[in-house]
């Protein structure tokens, strides 16, 4: 059969293929279109435009679409393309970029006034802005404003140290082209992936050694999520009780390597709020290329990275008034020394408990659910992180309008105002949606049951507060704000629920 995709006859001889499938064999390869969690449907990444409507490609049947124009972000007229590009740019609209594509093929086709923003982003989902620059930049391109001059060196700057591995903040970044690992794979690469049993399963596409493998999709459980461990005995003022969190990047693990060499960073663009720092994909390229005598790129799909990444570990917390008290956590490499940085009186109490593999470099784990919990004990406002970075906030969820979260960040010098409000404006929605809904199925014997990207419980864009985020000046040296940020609005959301003791709160 034939697709004509961008302008292009496009001849497809497998009648099993996705339209996802199709459209990342294409050469030159087509990296605007992401897979964020094929086949689930659920994350807009892979958003194209079918006879000019959008179409999610993992779940879109490559024969259903015979003889029609496709069209993906790079097919979109040049103007049209680059006043969204250059909009989401001067919002900070994207920071890895990865899911971006996929809603700017979306807002190019839809927002006109037909559609209304809230339906167009609930096919979608984004991690890292928290939608309302999403919103911003959308009100920029119906009436562009003049740019003033900017430094890019010095966003790039802020968004490495907001993301904590090096980052790039450019048009190119909005467009999907930040350098991610899977867009980068060279022609004649071998693909593995997991085979369920602790192996690898290899094909010479990705969608051959998908089938290769023969697993079948999970789905969202109905098991009961809960915060798996009980409080440590004692009489306390202030109580909190963790579930296992899933940290819900967009980006599925990738590395590729050719022989002898050193693999492609599963990173790229992105830090994956800490995630990735030690994800098992490099290791297994490197060891398969060597095997194989050819280059292998290890690419993990959505349900694998919850069945083998690292998790937020579970806590259970019980203070005095004073602030001092227990805490109870699941044993992770690390988690003591990051308590400790910020509560060093403390008694941590590490506990093996069946469940997912859990990791201390995901965002502020251990040290922010102690700090939150020590400042709902003692009645303060202010959170102060490791580094020094100072964050407050405030919660109105009866305000008009979604509810207001007022957010003031003091993090050194600001380098780059439009990154800096872009990442506290994210950190301010995952608190949001961490204290409120986000939480994992997990069975008696560890296994994860949540296995589709909407049962994690992220909140979507028609369901996050309006955010307002003040940056207090500073001369010292640039820190990490974003963090701090992430645990003052945690704070407040948590305080605008009673401070119920037990997390997510809100459901």
């Given amino acids: 059969m034939q697709l004509e995709v ?3 006859t496009v001849e497809v001889a497998d009648m099993s293929a996705t339209l996802l499938d199709v459209l990342r064999d294409v050469r030159p390869r087509l990296a605007s279109v992401k897979d964020g969690c094929a086949p689930q449907g659920q994350c807009g990444c892979c958003t194209v435009l079918v006879d000019g409507e959008p179409r999610v490609a993992c779940v879109t049947p490559a024969r259903r679409v015979d003889g029609r124009a496709i069209t993906t972000l ?9 006043a969204w590009s250059d909009a989401f740019t001067a919002c ?3 920071q890895c970029g990865f899911c971006t594509p996929g809603i700017l093929v979306r807002l190019a086709a839809r927002v006109d006034g037909s559609t209304s923003l809230e ?3 609930a096919a979608h989902l984004c991690r890292c802005t928290g939608w309302q620059t999403i919103r911003e930049a959308v009100v920029d391109v119906r009436s562009p404003s003049p740019r003033a001059p900017r430094d890019l060196d010095a966003a790039s700057r802020r968004a490495t140290i907001e993301g904590r591995t090096p980052q790039h903040v450019g048009r190119d970044v909005a ?3 930040g350098g991610f690992a899977i867009d980068t794979v060279p022609d004649g690469a071998r693909y593995a992936v997991p085979d369920g049993d602790g192996g690898w399963v290899l094909g010479d596409s990705l969608a051959e050694a998908r089938r290769a493998s023969g697993r079948i999709q999970g789905r969202r459980t109905t098991i009961a999520a809960t915060a798996p461990l009980s409080l440590p005995p004692g009489e306390w003022t202030t109580t909190l009780r963790t579930s296992w969190v899933e940290p819900g990047y967009l980006e599925p693990d990738v590395a590729w390597c050719e022989p002898g060499g050193e693999p492609a960073s599963s990173l790229a663009n992105g830090g994956a709020f800490g995630a990735k720092q030690h994800s098992i ?3 297994a390229a490197r060891l398969l290329a060597a095997r194989e005598a050819r280059t292998v790129a290890v690419v993990l799909g959505r349900e694998d990275t919850v069945r083998l990444g690292p998790k937020r570990p579970p806590m259970a917390i019980g203070l005095r008034a004073d602030g001092s008290g227990v805490v109870r956590v699941a044993r992770t490499a690390g988690i003591a020394d990051a308590i400790r940085a910020v509560a060093p009186g403390l008694v941590v109490d590490e506990v093996d408990i069946a469940g997912p593999p859990t990791s201390a470099d995901i965002r502020g784990a251990g040290w922010v659910e102690v700090a939150v919990a ?8 202010q959170i102060t992180a490791a580094n020094g970075a100072t964050a407050s906030s405030t919660v109105d969820l009866d305000a008009e309008d979604r509810g207001v979260i007022d957010v ?3 993090c050194g010098a600001v380098l780059d105002e439009i990154v800096l409000r872009s990442y506290c404006i994210g950190a301010a929605h995952m608190a949001y949606s961490w204290v409120t809904s986000e939480r994992l199925a997990v069975d008696a014997t560890g296994a994860v049951h949540d296995l589709t990207i909407r049962s994690f419980g992220i909140v979507k864009a028609a369901e996050t507060p309006r955010i307002a985020v003040t940056i207090e000046p500073d001369d010292g040296p640039p820190v990490n704000g974003s963090d701090a940020v992430f645990a003052a609005v945690a704070l407040a959301v948590w305080r605008a629920h009673g401070l119920l003791s037990e997390w997510p709160c809100g459901r």
């Avoid at 020590?374 to 406002?381: C, E, R, S, V």
Wanted: contains cysteine.
């Fill in 119 to 121: 339906n167009a982003l």
């Fill in 281 to 283: 994909v490099g290791d």
């Fill in 175 to 177: 467009l999907g082209c």
């Fill in 74 to 82: 790079e097919g979109l007229p040049d103007e049209l393309r680059d």
């Fill in 408 to 410: 003031r960040v003091r």
């Fill in 374 to 381: 020590i400042a709902a004990a003692t009645g303060a406002t």
């Fill in 6 to 8: 961008n302008g292009s």
């Fill in 92 to 94: 900070g609209a994207s």
